[in-house]
């Protein structure tokens, strides 16, 4: 291609060549952003209004410079210069003809890699392909070049092939003609086939001894004025017509180059992977947390419920299950969940250790944070008078039996904290004057150092403790205050209407309940884990931060070159 800015329009705005133009000039800005892929710009297409090429692709000693002499009808003396056995030429070769350029490309197959190289080269800057082959028949290592061409580098709509010294001894042109066909598979019907022997043309033209019926038969019978009237057919669109898609399929090829680039090895392969193990075991990690989460705040909401039509279901005149042990029940469904998710937490923490080392910082302790629900159920001012006046004379007595002062006691130990002179801290320290007392506040030994004792910051630690366990008795009682000795409202009541609305009331404020704690639950925990998996990712940085700076780049670039790629497909076309 010539020199020049990246495509320009080589006609109207919407045509193809102003399409192109546009995706060489996005291209350019993508490779030119990173230095694997910076020198492939030197590859773009570029401004081009020269004539149409045509390459002549082939093996060594197929003919291709005999075809040239014979399209070009050189005198004897030109094409004895031209004809050389030997393959010397290193570079493609131009020579104008009908306003076209034919470009003679070193043969393949020669053992030479020069050769090849070049040959590839100006495949690349063709228009059209001349591809030559023989009476001999390819090869599978020519047909693969010749599939290659027509498939992988889009020449299929491009290109005539020539199967050449069809006029030596012994060569059957039909069943010559059906084996080639079948070689080139479903691209037989898509390309044209030509017979020719460029020496027969050459011999007849410049044989000075042949009678003019003579020539002309072997004129006629060496097919080269078949292959003119084939290659007139494919320039026939001209430059405008023809370059555009040439130069869309020379895009893709250089974008394809370009994904090779950001091919990694070495260092760099190793990083990506260590990267994306690192993140593999995090992300398992941080997955099996959620999945508890989900799972045991689920369980919380459905005991939650469970409790609300178990108490609905007492409403009635037959006492029946004490609140109490409904409190008491879910200050355990609070605890298991604790458990669970803790233990989910400590399996996490332990996995990624046993992996990547004690650098891993271990999670903070779970803190259940429990706020109290409200400790009212209003019924409709309608049922005001003697319905409303049951519900609080069922908290007085509710208050009388205790579960209202646990419930005031409760709440004031989770408003004084953890600081030391706070209800907390003076119930950690009476705990700790006795062994029983001792055991009851501290199971693990992670806060005492025998009775009376503590470890650095263990007193306060222990407060804490006491101030969680609070709170779960303030949750629970609260949740079930207003429902304290039922069966004095059915009694007193006496209408069932006015108790099935109750009973519905009270399930109500329990689902309420339970998707309010699964929520709340939820986020927590999520917040929870967040912090620690931030944690985790920043003392592992070390491990990942190069393998994941060098696969963000190669993600960012290979997307941008695919986005490229779709667009220069639809320029060329389906292949079919």
Known sequence: MTDGNPVEALEGHEGPAARVHALCARAETVLNSHAR???????????????????????????????????????????????????KTHEPTPYEWNGVTLVDLPGTLSGNDEHSCAARRGVRGADALMIVTTSELPGEAETSAILRALDDDGFADRSVVVVNKMNAENSDRDVILDEVRKRLGS???????????????VDAANDPGLAD?????????SGIDALTAELRKIVEPGVTGLRPKAQAHELLRVLTDAELKWELGGEELGAAKTAKK?????????????????????????????????????????????????????????????????????????????????????????????????????ASSDDESLFARAVKEAAKK?????????????????????????????????????????KVLDTGGKF???????????????????????????????????????????????KWMAVNKHRKMIREHFAEEARRQRAG?????????????????????????????????RDTALEEIRSLRTEAEELVGPAG
Not at 187 to 201: C, L, S
Request: hydrophobic fraction near 40%; aromatic fraction near 6%.
């Open 37 to 87: 892929t910076r020198d492939l710009t030197a590859s773009l297409p570029r401004t081009d209004t020269s004539p149409l090429r045509i390459a002549l692709l082939g093996p060594y000693s197929a003919g291709k410079s005999m075809l040239v002499a014979a399209l070009l009808r050189l005198p004897p003396a030109a094409v004895d210069e031209l004809v050389d056995a030997a393959p």
């Open 187 to 201: 691209f037989a019907h898509r390309v044209p086939i030509v017979p020719t022997d460029a020496r027969d043309y």
């Open 213 to 221: 019926d003579q020539r002309d038969l072997l004129v006629g019978e």
């Open 278 to 378: 690192v993140e593999g075991s995090v992300s398992r990690a941080e997955e099996g947390v959620l999945s508890t989460l989900a799972r045991e705040s689920d369980v919380v909401a459905f005991k939650l419920e469970a409790a609300g039509n178990r108490i609905a279901a007492d409403v009635s005149e037959k006492a029946g299950e004490s609140p109490v042990d409904i409190a008491l029940e879910l200050m355990r469904v609070s605890a298991e969940f604790d458990a669970k998710f803790s233990s989910s937490m400590s399996t996490a923490f332990e996995a990624l250790v046993a992996e990547y080392g004690t650098g891993v910082p271990e999670p903070e302790a779970w803190v259940n944070d429990l706020d109290s629900p409200a400790t009212t159920i209003d």
């Open 398 to 438: 509710a208050a009388q039996s205790g579960t209202g002062k646990l419930n005031e006691w409760a709440g004031k130990v989770v408003a004084g904290g953890g600081e030391q002179g706070s209800a907390a801290s003076d119930i950690a320290n009476w705990l700790n004057k006795s062994r029983v007392g001792q």
């Open 448 to 494: 005492t150092n025998g009775v009376g004792k503590y470890k650095p910051w263990g007193q306060g630690k222990a407060a804490n403790k006491i101030v969680t366990a609070a709170d779960k008795v303030q949750w629970a009682t609260a949740l079930v205050m207003p429902l304290m000795d039922l069966t004095s409202v059915a009694q007193d009541q006496g």
């Open 521 to 553: 639950l939820a986020e927590s925990g999520e917040r929870h884990l967040g912090k620690w998996i931030a944690e985790v990712e920043q003392s592992l940085s070390g491990l990942t931060r190069p393998g994941a700076e060098i696969r963000a780049a």
